[in-house]
């Protein structure tokens, strides 16, 4: 059993930054990829930052140059470090990994966490 918990987000003002992150806890075999997603109020869930156990990253394009995702494989966590926020951003950011559980090292699986708001004021 998995469990990704997200802490973090708050209200901050247009231009300023924050800091996301993620705690996996439970038992698996590996966590592979990870990422950001956010969802705003009548929108698609939209994918924001990927990176790789080995720490290669991806950024959608809305974000490039203002967010940056890392993790630290010793802690189980990965972050998301955002910068010159706008107001657009305002959404509910959620944590993502695929896991490989403990009882099958082959599949790779979804996990999601909780959620947490994210509020920009202008």
């Known amino acids: 059993q998995v469990q990704l918990v997200e802490s973090g987000g708050g209200l901050v003002q247009a231009g300023g930054s924050l800091r996301l992150s993620c705690a996996a806890s439970g038992r698996w075999f590996s966590i592979n990829d990870m990422g950001w997603y956010r969802q705003a109020p009548g929108n698609e869930r939209e994918l924001l930052a990927t990176?790789?156990?080995?720490?290669?990253?991806n950024y959608a394009d809305s974000v490039k140059g203002r967010f940056t995702i890392s993790r630290d494989n010793a802690k189980n966590m990965v972050y998301l470090q955002m910068n010159s926020l706008k107001p657009e951003d305002t959404a509910v950011y959620y944590c993502?990994?695929?896991?490989?559980?403990?009882?099958?090292?082959?599949?790779?699986?979804?996990?999601w966490g909780q959620g947490t708001q994210v509020t920009v004021s202008s």
């Open positions: 993502h990994a695929m896991i490989a559980p403990a009882y099958d090292t082959s599949s790779l699986r979804n996990y």
């Open positions: 990176i790789t156990r080995g720490g290669s990253t």
